[in-house]
């Protein structure tokens, strides 16, 4: 079965800072992987996406991941960290899929910023 | 809409009472998820559409909980004599093309049932 496991619930860093918060998947093939940013009440949005190819890949709002097949690692990583970058990260796997491509999803990191 | 849209944003429900949470998807969008989202927890696949037909129902923790979509748009969750369990955070997310990957998630609807 498939899982996802962000080992940090909480992690603070100083606004500037450099960022990377760990994600280690499950899986018996290469999988879709992603990092989706939840703010306070509001819906999942998408921060980046791999498929295949190369194993970094750039997202939005300046994050970047890389996949490491050796260690099922797809950790999220951003050089100087924004205090509007506050908010709860969740790494999500799935599979290659035709249709109903559904995510498991970790349990999320909560990023704190301080000034 | 720009996106997708969920009402009620917040919900109340006594234990054993009847709830429909509402999902508008981003017009044209072919499929539709639901997950259910506890406190503390990432979200968990409750089930999939594609265009009116439920393809993916395996994440739906029991039978009182059932999910249509019969126009193909917009979609509504119904959980029956809700119990304290159900109480999270329902979110709805659309994607225009089949695999779901470049999906679009809405706010959520909070559910709490007391």
């Known amino acids: 079965a498939q899982s996802v496991t962000q080992p940090d619930i909480h992690i603070t860093v100083s606004e500037g800072a450099s960022l990377e918060l760990r994600c280690n998947y499950s899986?018996?093939?290469?999988?879709?992987l992603f990092w989706y940013v939840q703010s306070p009440g509001q819906g999942l949005q998408l921060l980046l996406k791999?498929?295949?190819?190369?194993?970094l890949v750039q997202g939005i709002k300046g994050f970047e991941a890389e996949f490491k097949r050796s260690q099922s690692s797809f950790n999220l990583r951003k050089p100087s960290v924004h205090w509007s970058d506050a908010a709860e990260y969740f790494c999500?796997?799935?599979?290659?899929?035709?249709?109903?491509?559904?995510?498991?999803f970790g349990a999320g990191t909560i990023l704190r910023v301080k000034s | 809409g720009a996106g997708v849209s969920q009402s009620p944003r917040y919900k109340v429900a006594k234990r054993g009472q009847d709830v429909a949470l509402r999902c508008d998807p981003i017009?044209?969008?072919?499929?539709l998820f639901w997950y259910q989202q506890a406190l503390g927890q990432g979200p968990e696949f409750l089930t999939y559409?594609?265009?009116?037909?439920?393809?993916?129902k395996s994440g739906l923790p029991s039978d009182r909980f059932f999910a249509e979509r019969p126009e193909g748009s917009v979609s509504t969750l119904k959980i029956q004599r809700t119990q304290q369990e159900d109480s999270a955070v329902y979110l709805c997310?659309?994607?225009?093309?089949?695999?779901?990957?470049?999906?679009?998630f809405g706010q959520g609807t909070r559910l709490t049932v007391v």
């Open positions: 791999y498929f295949s190819g190369d194993t």
């Open positions: 999500a796997v799935g599979p290659f899929m035709e249709y109903g491509n559904k995510l498991v």
């Open positions: 997310a659309s994607s225009l093309g089949l695999s779901g990957t470049e999906a679009f």
């Open positions: 559409f594609q265009n009116e037909a439920q393809l993916d």
């Open positions: 017009s044209g969008h072919v499929s």
């Open positions: 899986y018996g093939a290469t999988p879709y």
